[in-house]
């Protein structure tokens, strides 16, 4: 049999490298430029007036950005958002992809090809559509339910703060759930079927068999993805900018940046305001990375 022989073992191999410097170039152009110009936009004096000229690095967009009710506001509503919508799509997507485990596979696909078709819809499109159909004049949800008698006029579904977030969770949870059920059924579909068996013949009721052995061991994959679907949450713009528009009550922090930046061309107080953006953004994650570290079940592999 001939030997195989393993070449650059302990040497440093400058190729691959080489093959990838265009692409990190081109990475670090993308990224690293603009996060540098935020940086520096971010401590120096803004051009219309927001902070008085001030010779060198200056800390007063973030004084006036930690004095901004308008910016608080908008962070809680973001966490708000995020939090819930990722909450649900997450219970929504494990008990969909538990129930569709449970069908015949050919109707499976068939399900799973209807059921993404939102995912598959822009959010910019999901908005406008959800915005016409919550219209108090024409739209159809307020037909449907005084059709079936439970409200007798057209309702006002973002008269109050409550309401518009209420709104785009509904909306978010509609589009995003089908892609955590996608990834929850994968997860599924990976689990050892010896040690579920064994349970069955144990006498194990589903729900002891889901509890002790299903949720522990798609504990991990389930929460990663929740993770990252939470950190494309947190950044969620298109929902918010077409249904309400600069509308402080409905206003995330994706839309607080572009407002002033773009609307007041205010660049040095919108830099700073980004670079909180990104700090409340990093916060929530390692804080929910904690709790559902600690929240995870117990026996875990």
Sequence with gaps: MPQIKLQGRGRFL??????????????MALVLIPLLQT???AFTADAHGLVPPHAGL????FHLLATDTAWWHAA?????????????????????ALLLQKIDIRLRGFLLAIMLLPWA????????????????????????????????????WTTSPMGMLAIMVLVDIWQATPFMTLLALAGLQSLPTDTLEAARMDGATPWQTFRAITLPLLWRPLMAAALFRL??????????S???GADIHGMTLSVFVQTQIVQFGTQGYGAASALSTLAII???????????????PKHMP
């Design 14 to 27: 400058w190729q691959p490298w080489l093959l990838l410097t265009p692409a990190l170039i081109t990475l």
């Design 39 to 41: 940086i520096r936009l």
């Design 58 to 61: 200056t800390f007063e967009n």
């Design 76 to 96: 809680v509503t973001t966490i708000l958002f995020a939090l819930s919508a990722v909450v649900v799509e997450t219970t929504l997507g494990v008990a969909l």
């Design 121 to 156: 819809v822009p959010a910019v499109v999901a908005a406008r559509l959800w915005g016409w159909m919550l219209n108090p004049h024409y739209g159809i949800i307020n037909a449907a339910l005084m059709t079936v008698g439970f409200i007798h006029q057209g309702s006002e």
């Design 231 to 240: 950190l494309d949450a947190l950044r969620m713009f298109d929902l918010s």
């Design 242 to 244: 077409v249904l309400y």
């Design 282 to 296: 990093a916060m929530t994650a390692v804080l929910f990375w904690a709790c559902v570290s600690r929240l995870a």
